[in-house]
């Protein structure tokens, strides 16, 4: 069975553009979250959907949003680029929600802002 | 404020012996804690879980203990083996307590090195 998707996997962008991230999860999972991780923070949770809401959101600034469609597939987009933003972005699925049952993570989409 | 600390940021063990990574959390909400496993390139996988109804779980070379009055759980590979070089996060939820709101919680990872 195919594992966690996402695309792409290295982008480079400029300070003050926006980038979209996608997820796709594994098959009959509901449940799609996102982590960034950093050298100096390890993985930090950006945000959960689950049946295309948002459950709920971790501690990041609104330039940071994300969707879930209804074949369970994910974006995240970061607007307004800042160079911290440059990271490993982790997105991970789970059947139920991800605090209640064990995450599946994809390979990452690394993105570099210069 | 870090909610789970993983003191060591890298650990080095010989090839057969017994690697031992540590895990503090302060949050009296977490009831389930996790390992996950990272290699380069790669994302995490999951490795082994606990709840806070056990101290100890078992699964072939990898033993997860839960001491909940010092909040610190402990991660044992025996014997450790050169594969086992990886970064190993430790996470944490409150899955029953409903403190998992935020997600998974993760440490910042230590860096096992499996030296021949």
């Known amino acids: 069975k195919a594992g966690v998707t996402q695309t792409p996997r290295y982008l480079i962008k400029t300070r003050g553009q926006q980038v979209t991230l996608s997820c796709s999860p594994i098959?009959?999972?509901?449940?799609v979250s996102w982590y960034q991780q950093t050298p100096g923070q390890g993985l930090q949770f950006l945000f959960e959907?689950?049946?295309?809401?948002?459950?709920n959101k971790g501690n990041f600034p609104g330039r940071f949003s994300g969707r879930q469609f209804s074949n369970s597939r994910s974006e995240m987009n970061v607007s307004t680029l800042e160079l911290g933003d440059s990271a490993l972005y982790l997105c991970?699925?789970?059947?139920?929600?991800?605090?209640?049952?064990?995450?599946?993570f994809g390979a990452g989409s690394r993105l570099t802002v210069l | 404020d870090q909610q789970v600390k993983q003191n060591s940021p890298s650990l080095s063990v010989q090839e057969g012996r017994i690697s031992i990574l540590n895990c503090d959390y302060t949050?009296?909400?977490?009831?389930?804690f996790l390992w996950y496993k990272k290699y380069p390139a790669e994302g995490p996988t999951f490795l082994i879980s606990?709840?806070?109804?056990?101290d100890k779980n078992e699964d072939g070379r990898f033993t997860v203990f839960l001491n909940k009055s010092a909040k610190h759980l402990s991660l044992h590979i025996v014997p450790s083996q050169p594969g086992d070089s990886a970064v190993y996060f430790c996470?944490?939820?409150?899955?029953?307590?409903?403190?998992?709101?935020?997600?998974?919680?993760f440490g910042k990872g230590t860096h096992l090195i499996i030296q021949p």
């Open positions: 991970a699925s789970s059947l139920g929600y991800s605090g209640a049952n064990v995450l599946t």
């Open positions: 098959s009959g999972h509901r449940s």
């Open positions: 959907y689950f049946s295309e809401t948002q459950r």
């Open positions: 949050n009296s909400m977490f009831d389930y």
């Open positions: 606990i709840s806070s109804i056990k």
């Open positions: 996470a944490a939820t409150g899955m029953y307590s409903g403190g998992g709101a935020d997600g998974l919680t």
